[in-house]
């Protein structure tokens, strides 16, 4: 491996100091001058019509100053989906719907001078419904004789199937080889369906946004958002603000994973503000976060497979139906996911066929979650893969090792899908999963605890394993862009548009920047998310943030080491062959030894003759997306008269090229870990009969907290990938898509049951522990 002065050492987060003294500003601890409030009414129905709103009890309440609904707002269909543009998510949804399509839906707004007046007053309004018949039930979305929840005026922005007369939010279709002659050429079938559910992100930080103007009249929008430049645009589709008056900034977050790639506040807030003149705040509670911001996609995933006695797969069929529920944020490419995220890692089967359908329904509506589909299709893909080596007598850890794609390899399935330059498939460039499995098994004793059943009491132990793949952003979508400039001291100030949403993708940037221009991290000051002052980027999501903007740092970065070279050359009279960059903020003359510190080129570019800026800006775009690899190991203990699961421990063995600072990146792949454990465990929303939410609460919707936590250990199976800064490529949502089918893959391995569907419950367990002993 090469060797770095920055890149690849544990240095501090930039913020971290901030972080830990309490000092670090998110977006509701802006305050603004004499600031109203917004507050929100919703839906209490599933699927009604609104006939009249009577807001009159609310006006008439001191201190409120508007009410904002369908009968006296207008605006225009879009997305809250925060993706590229045009977005590949239908425009289905507007601020105030007079259609409202589950229980949570926002109704209308009210405006008032103190947020405990504005939510009175959002009691107090009187709204009469017309109610429409729900639909609950995904599997039924297609039949012909359900509700129809869409259909008037929604449309695609892009030329994608959509078709909501059928409750077709995204479709997916693809298919190489004879599937059919594939399962006649095998020996064996195995046919099983999985169901995965929907769950809360959870992010500490509720959504919050703060609409202010500044001396110009412009707008200013702080906002908990992964993606301010679509935010911005969003805005200014949605309530008619020009885009060149609106600003939108982006303080610290208080975590994501993709519920704040959806732009919810955002144009409530600006709306009221640009009608008012007046500064506008609203922020969530946690029960608004729970059933009116976005969720995971449930998704029903059937597979079937044929093999031979030897193992080899011969055809592999995967039909997925995805719960979109009320709207298609984030609905076809998801779906998406499922299939090019998951199906490319047995890249030797040469018949497959995928079907994917992304249906409304009348419940809360899905978006992005971290793993983003993956999560959902490896849940299923890796208890198909550990039946089929039980059935063979393979063992799972060494028949993946036959199996999966290699370095210099592609997949019909990226061809299918269209990943990858135009006209080219994907290649995969850097692969360590067999190391990561090899290290993965070590770990968690594979050899010694796989098959054994060591029993202690009515406690039985168990070892499961699974694989992933990812991405690193999207290939031919994502941008991301970088500017910086030099000051008198020789330090640096950089600015990206990229999105630290408690990543540490700041930190990452500044390490890049630093390493190119030998220097430390101190040296660099960032500036990120500020669609005034720091160039455009896509967005924190997709795991594009240290490929995509890395690669957008680095190449400005070099820009700068130009024009550094190039003013120390006419300071020295030296040629510019024969100068380089040194360690410690220099230019050294390889002639005679001489150095130029950088602070003197910098007063010398801007004092001197012919003064000027030492700046530059570069931007990237990701013509492929390398996919980093994982194995996953659990270690479960399986109580035969309870259900309860307990997992011991958990082992994630992860390849992400090279990792800029490997305390992040283990840190990522703990807390995606960690995650993925609740997920598959004990997190699920519970419904009434009417699609109403019953335990949108952290008392009754259980994560995962301290008492609950094995032990976990991450291991970086260090490789170089050619196409990424410094050989970097993405981490942070992989570590999601293992922990559940490698905890269901180990309560087989325990007590011979086999769970497809999640939660995997106490009741689940012990139900199935009761029918495999006929009780």
Not at 2 to 19: T, W, Y
Not at 142 to 147: F, N, R, Y
Not at 206 to 212: D, G, I, K, L, V
Not at 313 to 341: E, P
Request: negative net charge; glycine residues 10%; proline residues 5%.
């Amino acid at each position: 491996m090469n060797e770095f002065s920055v890149v690849g050492k544990p240095v501090l987060k930039v913020d971290s100091l901030s972080l830990a003294c309490g000092s670090a500003f998110f977006t509701a601890d802006f305050t603004v001058k004499d600031p109203l409030f917004l507050a929100f009414f919703y839906s209490p129905h599933a699927h009604a019509e609104i006939t009249a709103i009577d807001d009159s009890p609310a006006r008439a309440m001191e201190g409120v100053v508007d009410v904002f609904h369908s009968g006296n707002t207008s605006s225009g269909l879009f997305t809250t989906a925060g993706q590229g543009y045009p977005e590949p998510s239908p425009y289905d949804t507007r601020l105030f719907n007079k259609t409202v399509r589950y229980s949570g839906d926002i109704a209308g707004a009210v405006l008032a001078e103190s947020d405990k007046t504005a939510r009175a007053a959002a009691r107090a309004i009187t709204v009469e419904y017309t109610l429409l018949p729900p639909l609950f039930d995904p599997e039924k979305a297609m039949d012909g004789d359900v509700p129809r929840i869409h259909g008037e005026d929604e449309y695609a922005p892009l030329p994608v199937a959509y078709r909501p007369e059928q409750n077709i939010a995204g479709e997916v279709l693809f298919s190489f080889g004879n599937v059919e002659k594939g399962f006649a050429e095998a020996d064996f079938i195995e046919e099983e369906t999985y169901n995965t559910h929907c769950t809360s992100h959870c992010a500490m930080e509720p959504h919050a946004a703060t609409a202010s103007f500044d001396e110009h009249g412009r707008l200013v929008i702080y906002s908990s958002t992964q993606v301010p430049f679509h935010a911005r645009r969003i805005v200014s589709m949605t309530t008619g603000i020009p885009l060149h008056r609106i600003r939108v900034v982006k303080p610290r977050i208080g975590g994501g994973f993709g519920s704040k790639q959806e732009v919810i506040l955002e144009p409530y807030v600006a709306l009221a503000a640009w009608k008012h003149k007046r500064n506008v705040r609203a922020e969530l509670t946690r029960r608004e976060v729970f059933t009116t911001v976005r969720t995971r996609h449930a998704m029903r995933v059937r597979v079937k497979s044929g093999f031979k006695k030897d193992g080899t797969i011969t055809a592999l069929q995967m039909d997925d139906l995805m719960n979109t529920g009320a709207y298609g944020a984030h609905a076809l490419t998801v779906l998406s996911n499922a299939a090019s995220k998951v199906l490319p890692m047995f890249n030797k089967i040469p018949n497959m066929a995928f079907t994917g359908h992304a249906v409304y329904t009348t419940l809360p509506v899905g978006g992005a979650y971290r793993g983003y589909g993956a999560t959902q299709g490896y849940f299923a893909f890796n208890q198909h893969v550990d039946a089929i080596c039980r059935k063979v007598g393979e063992d799972f850890v060494e028949y993946v090792k036959k199996w999966h794609i290699r370095e210099g390899e592609t997949s019909e399935v990226f061809r299918a899908i269209g990943e990858g330059t135009e006209g080219v498939s994907q290649i995969v460039r850097s692969c360590k999963l067999t190391e990561c499995l090899d290290r993965g098994a070590e770990e968690i004793r594979w050899n010694e605890l796989r098959g054994k059943r060591l029993r202690s009491g009515s406690v039985v132990k168990g070892v499961g394993a699974a694989v992933s793949m990812q991405g690193s952003g999207i290939a031919m979508v994502d941008m991301g862009s970088a500017s910086m400039k030099m000051n008198d001291d020789g330090s640096f100030n950089l600015f990206a548009g990229a999105t630290d949403i408690g990543t540490g993708s700041d930190t990452i940037l500044s390490q890049i920047a630093a390493e190119r221009l030998g220097i430390p991290v101190e040296m660099i000051v960032i500036l990120s998310s500020d669609t005034d002052l720091t160039p455009f980027d896509t967005g924190a999501y997709a795991s594009s943030t240290t490929y995509i903007s890395g690669q957008a740092v680095l190449r400005c970065a070099e820009k700068i080491g130009e024009q550094l070279l190039s003013t120390a050359s006419s300071m020295t009279g030296a040629p510019v062959g024969n100068l380089s960059i040194g360690k410690g903020g220099k230019v050294i003359n390889s002639a005679d030894g001489s150095e130029i510190p950088f602070s003197e080129i910098a007063c010398y570019s801007m004092y001197s003759r012919n003064q000027f800026q030492i700046q530059a800006q570069a931007s990237f775009f990701g013509e492929e997306s390398p996919p980093p690899f994982m194995a996953h190991f659990a270690e479960v203990d399986v109580d035969m008269e309870t259900g309860r699961v307990r997992v011991v421990k958990f082992v994630s063995a992860g390849d992400c090229g090279q990792p800029i600072n490997p305390v992040l990146a283990l840190g990522q792949i703990e807390g995606a870990t960690l995650n993925g454990i609740s997920y598959a465990l004990t997190e699920q929303y519970l419904f009434d009969a009417k699609g109403k939410m019953t335990n949108n609460s952290f008392w009754d919707y259980k994560i995962y907290g301290s008492l609950d936590i094995p032990e976990v250990k991450a291991i970086l199976a260090e490789s170089s990938e050619p196409s990424g800064p410094y050989g970097a490529k993405s981490i942070s949502e992989i570590g999601i898509n293992g922990p559940a089918p490698a905890i269901a893959n180990a309560i087989f391995d325990a007590v011979g049951i086999r769970l497809r569907e999640l939660p995997m419950t106490p009741e689940k367990v012990l139900a199935a522990i009761k029918a495999k002993a006929g009780r």
